[in-house]
């Protein structure tokens, strides 16, 4: 079961032992592939999820993908998870892990929304004026999405710039939709 309380408390405290022991950076590379890796995997999230799969299982799971791909501190720290039975939880952790990282290094995450897939030129352009917007460093995730029609949209930090063709059509048809016209009939 997701608990964002849950997710953000284990982050939390492994944020602090990252800290500790002068590895945040490693563990947040860490944390961004267990998200990734969850996320992309539904079976993997089904066997986390199940109580019956014994907890052997699931470390021998996470030692088999994970092993030589993260430190020490961030496999000690999922075989915890799966000790505490929180397995469910190991992506909403991973990601509450990596917000937390964002927040002490002072980067906002911002989604660009394109019909069509953008250049280098303009995800700079985006970032930078995110980036003067916020007076924080940007880390820009692009998404195509060919139903917008054209334009954009930009979301960060709760704010949202819609440049989207698909929102303008709408706007015109409810503009157009009101019968302003009287009959002088």
Known sequence: ?????INFNYAKALFLVASDTGQLDAVSGDMRLVADT????RILSTVFANPVIPE??????LRDLFGERV???SMMFMEFIVRKRRTVN????????????????GIVLSHLV?????GDDIKEAVCRKV?????KEVELVTEVDPSILGGMSITFDGNMYDARLSTAVAELRKEFS???YESKL
């Open 56 to 61: 052997h299982r699931k470390t021998a799971v």
């Open 90 to 105: 190991l992506r909403g952790i991973a990601d509450a892990f990596v917000q937390l990282y964002r927040d002490s290094k």
């Open 178 to 180: 009101k019968n302003i």
């Open 131 to 135: 980036g003067d917007f916020t007076n």
């Open 71 to 73: 430190c020490k501190v």
């Open 114 to 118: 394109t019909a069509t897939p953008v």
């Open 1 to 5: 079961m997701e608990n964002y309380r």
């Open 38 to 41: 969850c996320a992309d995997n």
